[in-house]
């Protein structure tokens, strides 16, 4: 047997067992696409039929988007299911497809565009104290009224929260229609929309733009919740070709959403990965109507920032990518 299998395995039995918490008799869907390895899905099928559920696995056409909608016949199949892990290569968190699973009492774990040996590494954490550093995290995000971001690399970007809830993604995914996502470790809000005025580097990664190690920063003009101006090098003319092809001025929505990583195992690998990093910044652009906030668009990209300093309302709780809190 493939010893990297034994591996997977041994990550799946973690994400059905302790993270989804699946129990004999349950209905267990996963959800991927053909831009995806079968090895994750078939790991969770396999590890949700061994604590007695009834598993299965959907394969549907991969979408060019993140946040497109999967087919009407998935939709329908992860309505009628307990228990659903979504791994696919264009995240279903920011869709209605997720939403009304979860309104029908399915609960959801999203692990978009996830690699083999992210998987294998990420669930393997002290899920204690990181769940205990997200829910404090989460606490203070949702309580803060303004928030300002600044990086050595040249951020200085302010916006308003106040009354926007914040999402606590700690992998654990337990209760009726409840929501998670695999890696684990981020806390995450949606800003209200036209407040932030500054300036944002994309020094770490960008999703479908830059992997790590990034050619060159991305330099964003931010105005009245809008992304103004891109200027830097190849990663930022990839992203503005890319925003043109959406042919949405819903796209230059920024910040859509942003957070702070709270895994310490997560390394940055790429920009999924780079969320989840302990300290390290994520500022999403494009849909943020699944996050509480009031924008639509095909189009959801998130990107990291090293290094950062947060402040909420004048009091920081990380500086320079270390936590204060």
């Known amino acids: 047997m493939d010893p990297y299998r034994i591996e997977l395995a041994h990550s799946a039995r973690i994400a059905v067992e302790k993270c989804m918490g699946v129990e004999e008799g349950e209905e267990v869907l996963v959800v991927t696409d053909t831009m995806m390895s079968p090895r994750i899905g078939e790991a969770l099928m396999a590890q949700s039929r061994a604590l007695g559920a009834d598993a299965s696995m959907i394969v549907y ?4 988007f993140t946040n497109e909608e999967p087919p009407d016949n998935v939709k329908e199949a992860m309505k009628a299911s307990d228990a659903v892990f979504t791994y696919t290569s264009t995240s279903l968190t920011h869709t209605n497809a997720r939403i009304e699973a979860q309104a029908a009492g399915a609960r959801v774990i999203t692990m978009p565009r996830i690699l083999e040996d992210q998987f294998v590494r990420t669930v393997r954490t ?39 809830p914040a999402f606590a993604v700690d ?18 809000i949606a800003p209200l929309e036209g407040t932030a005025f500054g300036r ?35 990663e930022a003319r990839r992203l503005a070709k890319l925003l043109e092809e ?3 001025p819903n796209a230059y929505n920024c910040p859509a959403e942003w957070g702070i990583g709270t895994n310490p195992v997560a390394v940055l690998s790429n920009a ?54």
Do not use: Y
Request: include cysteine.
């Open 126 to 164: 002290d899920f204690d104290a990181m769940s205990a550093l997200t829910q404090r995290v989460g606490r203070a995000l949702q309580g803060a009224k303004r928030v300002r971001i600044r990086t050595p690399a040249g951020t200085d970007v302010e916006w308003e929260h106040a009354g926007r």
């Open 61 to 64: 056409p991969a979408r060019k």
């Open 200 to 234: 944002i580097v994309v020094d770490g990664a960008m999703a479908k733009v830059g992997e790590p190690p990034m050619g060159s920063p991305i330099h964003w003009e931010v105005e009245r919740g809008r992304i103004a101006k891109i200027e830097g090098g190849l």
């Open 246 to 248: 959406v042919g949405d």
């Open 272 to 325: 999924i990965e780079g969320e989840r990093c302990f300290g390290l910044v994520h500022i999403g652009i494009g849909d943020n109507h699944a996050v509480h906030g009031t924008v639509r668009c095909k189009l959801h990209l998130d990107a990291i920032l090293l290094s950062p300093t947060v402040e909420l309302d004048g009091r920081a709780i990380v500086e320079n990518g270390k936590f204060k809190i």
């Open 171 to 188: 992998g654990i995914c337990r209760g009726r229609g409840s929501f998670s996502q695999i890696p684990p470790g981020l806390t995450f």
